[in-house]
Each structure stands twice: as structure tokens, then as C-alpha cells.
């Protein structure tokens, strides 16, 4: 069989991949949604093709193509479909994320565009590595009206990134034509906007394609720079398994249908009707064959309990370990921290103005001058260096990422929740994405309602995510250090109004876990569960109080260290809660759940818990008011000593 041949077989093993998805969902097989890809054979092919074996796709939610391109198993990935364990994803990614890191590809995303930045983050890394491979953002021609698009071409142009971004334009974002939604006929034109060079060809001529991706991709070799590259195809399917297509014209799709890559392959070859009509059905029979014996396996599905094991990684084994203690502030800890996580190869600090400048709150201050090559300022892209963060550590690089103010983990969210946390999980083990945002939240600025916000109760709900809030320079230091180590993304907060905390730091061999809370006092009379500045806030009332109590900081919010705040509460039989955000939906009403769940706990409380939170408004500008908002000494004292 030819090379030419091969690539035909390739292309009819996508066409009756995709016919069969399309039957079984007729005939109710088939669960959930699938985006099929047929009329976009010569797209896929001619791109896989063009391509080092090196090289490394992220595909969008119209990816069975390039998985098949790529040499994906259609037994697995049939198995995927089904939901069996046997599937690319063991069942839990399904049609729109079928990761398959035995090919190089890093998965699709379900959100429009979102794999764009994850896409830079592995050109980044594989820049770093000194490797001679390209990344290739798939893209649609509705994600080029994201803006997290124009975010990653401008960073991957000032970065020079090795990542090409390839845009299938099948004319249509869902129902909506790119004439009417598009600002151009021409969408590879703005590549100049970001000084990228753009290529462009018949995405159904897989010939043409495979010529324009070789060309770019050795553009891009030879002169270090990102490329754009437009292929014009179509979609003869609807969106999705629901679409009846009732938004454009029969006349047009037979248009398009006698541009078919398939014939048009097919008349490239010379093949006569017997020979093409012979090498169909053997493909077909191969595709009914494969469905088969993934469908006598289909009931062969992972236990609820055998997924859990996707959600986190095994963190390293951290004890509490007190070393070379020596006075320090919170600000300051944190830069000893990040002093010593850069010295690792695999590390990089990302952020704005984070070098010269040194942060926003002065935290990176001259680490500058002493590790420019771990240092990396960002555009002004929340969205794209976290991406950039989430595809590096896909690729075993550790990124710092710094974002300005903790409101702006709003912009950096989809990185954050729908890939960082979500990928272990999704491809059943086969990525996994080790990386740390520092935010810096809280209010005691003056900076207004959207430059003080906590933020944390937002991200509570997120499985795969940790979450870290430290309140003194020793735990600054060891938890940024643990963050840092572990094998899964962690949030790391670090309010405003501490930076100046004075205290004690320990040396490069002090440590602190994640998911340990650390017990400030003890006494019978009461248990208070506080974390970050509200654990100052604490101390400083109690500091005017008589009573003898448990005085709990969290230092972790996801996990919760429910174990010592159990044994507390037991022991003393009442409550305290201490936060600064509102309480809905905030961390002390998770604890006040998990304590009232818990039938000891709940049994052994004298009086309901009690829970001083923020009041439930934005943060206001006023000194006063500003004060008002969150709970004070004051008031605290008077509580305690009543309570």
C-alpha cells in the first residue's frame, strides 16, 4: 500500500468513524452529544501529516479527526463514546475531550477557544526544553471572535512561542455564518495585527494543506516566531447530534459536497470504481468490526471510587518542621520562598510587571537581578499566561504565576477551573498540571470594590483544586514552597494587608503541609476557626480576653484539615467562626456544615455555632466604611467574652 493510499484509508477511517457515531446516536446507542467532523477529512489529515511526531496538537470539541490523524485507536476510542474504561479517557472524557498523550495530543476543550492558551503553554515548554517541536492551536473560525485568541497571538508574538495557530473556517460558529459574525472575509489577515505571518489554502485539498502547514511549520523553525495558518473547509453535518442545519441553504451544501476531499483524493490517486468501492468496504468493515468489540465491552465501566483516584495526585509527604527561624515579614517570606523555588530548572515566575518593577505589592522586589532567566513578564492577558501556566505544567514545567489582584482570578478562571483542575481527571491520568497562582487578596487598601474582594468561596466547589490562605510569614514561606511541590494546581492567597506582618521564617528546610490546619492556642472553653488576616484579627482580640480556647488557622481551605477541627470541637463544645468575606457560599459555611453534618460534633455542641463574617456588600472606598465591612478587634473582644 502507497503513502498515498494510506493517507486515503486515513481519511475514509474518519468519514465511517464518524458515520457510525452519527447512526448510533439515531438509534439512542449512544449517550451524551458528539461534534462530527465530516466534509473536514483533507484538514485533519493534511495537518497530522505535515506534522513531526513530536510535534503536539490541542484540538477543539470537533476532534475525532485529528485523533484518527493522529493514530488513535478507534477501539478506544469507540470505548470512549460508550463510557467503558477501555476508552482513550477510560470513560470519563467522552466525545469532546479524548486526550491521547501517547500521540501528542493534549486533549480538546468543550469551551470555545480555551485550548488556545493551553496550547502556548506547551510551546512555551517545549521552548524551554530546547526542543525543535511546535505546539498547533486548533481553532474554528468562531474562536477567532475570543478574545483569548488575541490574547495568546499577541503573547506567543512578543514570546516567539513555537506554536502555529490553525484555524479550520467551516463557515460556521454553530448556526451563526462567519460572514454575519465575522468583522472579515479574511480571517488569517490579522495575523499582520500581531506582526505573524499568515498562510492560507483549500482546507479540502489535502495536498494544499499539507504543502501550507510544511511551509509554515518550517517558517516558524527556521525564524522562531508563531504562524497563523486558514484553511477553508466545511462541515456537512450540523453543530451537533441536535442540529438540523434549518439556518443555511440544500443549494449550498451540494456546493460544498462536490468539493468533497474524499472524491477529490480519490481523483488524485487514478483509482478506478471496483478498487475504491473494494478499499471502502474493507474500511468500513474495520470500523463495524472495532465498534463491535468495543460494544461487547461497554458495561465494563470504572467504579465511582476508581475515578476518584483521577481528582489529585499523590502529594509529597510534607511534615511540620520548624528550621533556621529568623525574623521576616509576610512580603518578605514569600520572596525568601520564591528565592529558593527558582533555583529548579523547571521553574518560572510569570506575571505583570513582575521583573524590573518587582510586583505590584513590591513581593518579587530585585529577584529580578538575580533569576531574569526564570522571570517572565506578561501582556496584560490574564487569561492567556494562565493557560500558558496550565500547558507548561502538562509538560512537567512548574510555573509561578503572580496575578495583580485577586479580583482578576475572574479573568484567569477558565484556565483555572476548566483545565488545571479538571485534566488529570478528564484524560484518567495520562496529564496531570502541577502550577501555583499567587493572588493577592483582601481589603484594608482603599482600592475599592474591585481591588479588594476575596474571592476563595469561589473556587471552594472545585474539585482537583487546592487552596491555601497562610496568615504569618512562617507558614508564607513553607506553604508557597509545598504549593510548589505538589503535583496538582494550587491557589495560593496572600492578603493585602499582611505584607507588612512581622514574624519568624524558617530556612530552605522548614516545611508546612497543605491540608493542615495549625493550632495557635488551646483551651477548653471555645473553638475559633479563623484563616488569614482574620487569624490576626483573632489573635489580637484574644490577646484582651481571659478565655481559654482553641484558636484554629486553617492555612488550607481545599483540603480542610476536618480532623483537627473535629477533635476541637468536641473537646469544647462551642463554636466561633471568624472570616472577613459575607458568609454565603464563603469557607466558614462550609465549616459550619461539616461540623453540624458530623453526629459527633453535632452531638457534642452545646449552643449553635456562631459566625462572624464580613457584611454581606462589596467593599466600599471610605476608610471607615472600608473598615466596617469586615470584622474588627473590637468587636471580637466583646463577642469572645459573652460568647
Request: with cysteine; charged share 25%.
Amino acid at each position: 500500500m502507497t503513502d498515498n493510499t494510506e493517507i486515503l484509508v486515513g481519511m475514509y477511517l474518519s468519514r465511517f468513524f464518524e458515520e457510525k457515531i452519527q447512526e448510533l446516536f439515531d438509534k439512542g446507542i449512544m449517550y451524551g452529544t458528539t461534534h462530527l467532523n465530516i466534509g473536514q477529512e483533507a484538514s485533519h489529515f493534511g495537518l497530522c501529516s505535515a506534522l513531526d511526531r513530536s510535534d503536539w496538537i490541542v484540538p477543539t470539541h470537533r476532534t475525532h479527526g485529528f485523533n484518527i490523524a493522529r493514530g488513535s485507536s478507534i477501539y478506544k476510542m469507540f470505548s470512549e463514546m460508550l463510557g467503558s474504561k477501555h476508552g482513550l479517557c477510560k470513560g470519563l472524557g467522552g466525545s469532546m475531550h479524548m486526550t491521547d498523550k501517547a500521540s501528542n495530543n493534549a486533549g480538546s476543550s468543550a469551551v470555545v477557544g480555551s485550548g488556545i492558551a493551553i496550547a502556548c503553554g506547551i510551546a512555551f515548554a517545549l521552548r524551554k526544553q530546547k526542543k525543535s517541536s511546535i505546539a498547533v492551536a486548533i481553532l474554528g473560525d468562531g474562536a477567532t471572535s475570543r478574545g483569548v485568541l488575541h490574547e495568546c497571538m499577541n503573547l506567543a508574538s512578543v514570546w516567539n512561542l513555537p506554536v502555529m495557530f490553525y484555524c479550520e473556517n467551516n463557515h460556521y460558529g454553530m448556526s451563526a455564518s462567519a460572514e454575519r459574525m465575522i468583522s472579515t472575509p479574511d480571517i488569517s489577515s490579522r495575523a499582520k495585527g500581531y506582526s505573524m505571518k499568515a498562510f492560507k489554502c483549500d482546507g479540502n485539498d489535502y495536498d494544499a494543506v499539507y504543502d501550507t502547514v510544511k511551509k509554515a511549520r518550517a517558517y516558524m523553525i527556521n525564524n522562531s516566531e508563531p504562524v497563523f495558518v486558514e484553511v477553508d473547509t466545511y462541515r456537512y453535518c450540523g453543530h451537533s447530534k441536535s442540529d438540523k442545519r434549518v439556518y443555511r441553504s440544500e443549494e449550498e451544501e451540494k456546493k460544498w459536497k462536490e468539493k468533497d476531499p474524499l472524491t477529490a483524493y480519490e481523483r488524485k490517486l487514478y483509482m478506478d470504481r471496483n478498487t475504491i468501492r473494494e478499499l471502502r468496504s474493507k474500511v468500513r468493515e474495520f470500523v463495524d468490526s472495532e465498534f463491535n468489540r468495543a460494544f461487547e465491552k461497554k458495561d465494563e465501566v470504572l467504579t465511582l471510587e476508581e475515578t476518584k483516584e483521577y481528582v489529585y495526585g499523590t502529594a509529597p509527604d510534607i511534615k511540620v518542621h520548624k528550621s533556621g527561624m529568623h525574623p521576616s515579614t509576610y512580603r518578605l517570606a514569600i520572596r525568601e520562598a520564591l528565592s529558593e523555588i527558582l533555583r529548579d530548572e523547571k521553574a518560572t515566575l510569570i506575571g505583570e510587571d513582575v521583573g524590573k518593577y518587582g510586583g505590584c505589592f513590591g513581593v518579587t522586589g530585585p529577584l529580578y537581578n538575580e533569576f531574569s532567566e526564570n522571570i517572565l513578564e506578561t501582556p496584560v492577558s490574564e487569561e492567556a499566561f494562565t493557560g500558558v501556566a496550565v500547558g507548561a505544567g502538562i509538560m512537567g514545567e512548574r510555573v509561578i504565576e503572580e496575578i495583580m489582584y485577586g479580583d482578576f482570578l475572574t479573568l484567569a478562571s477558565d484556565g483555572l477551573v476548566n483545565h488545571a483542575a479538571k485534566i488529570r481527571y478528564m484524560s484518567a491520568g495520562q496529564l496531570s498540571c502541577p502550577m501555583v497562582i499567587r493572588a493577592p487578596i483582601g481589603s484594608g487598601t482603599g482600592h475599592g470594590s474591585q481591588h479588594t474582594q476575596s474571592l476563595e468561596g469561589m473556587f471552594l466547589n472545585i474539585p482537583g483544586l487546592k487552596i491555601v490562605a497562610p496568615s504569618d510569614p512562617f507558614t508564607a514561606k513553607a506553604l508557597l514552597k509545598s504549593a510548589y511541590e505538589d503535583p496538582d494546581p494550587v491557589l495560593y492567597l496572600e492578603h493585602k494587608a499582611l505584607y507588612g506582618f512581622s514574624g519568624e521564617c524558617g530556612d530552605s528546610l522548614a516545611s508546612f503541609p497543605i491540608g493542615k490546619a495549625q493550632l495557635l492556642s488551646t483551651g477548653d472553653e471555645m473553638t475559633i476557626i479563623s484563616y488569614s488576616r482574620a487569624t490576626l484579627t483573632v489573635k489580637k482580640a484574644l490577646s484582651e480576653s481571659n478565655r481559654k480556647v482553641d484558636h484554629i488557622d486553617l492555612l488550607s481551605l481545599r483540603p480542610i484539615d476536618f480532623e483537627t477541627i473535629k477533635k476541637s470541637v468536641i473537646k469544647t463544645g462551642k463554636v466561633l467562626l471568624v472570616e472577613d468575606p459575607s458568609f454565603m457560599g464563603s469557607v466558614m459555611a462550609t465549616i459550619a456544615a461539616l461540623i453540624s453534618c458530623d453526629e459527633e460534633c453535632f452531638k457534642a455542641l452545646k449552643s449553635s455555632i456562631k459566625c462572624i463574617s464580613g457584611e454581606d456588600t462589596p467593599i466600599p472606598f471610605s476608610r471607615e466604611l472600608e473598615r466596617a465591612v469586615v470584622p474588627q478587634k473590637d468587636k471580637l473582644v466583646e463577642i469572645i467574652s459573652t460568647f
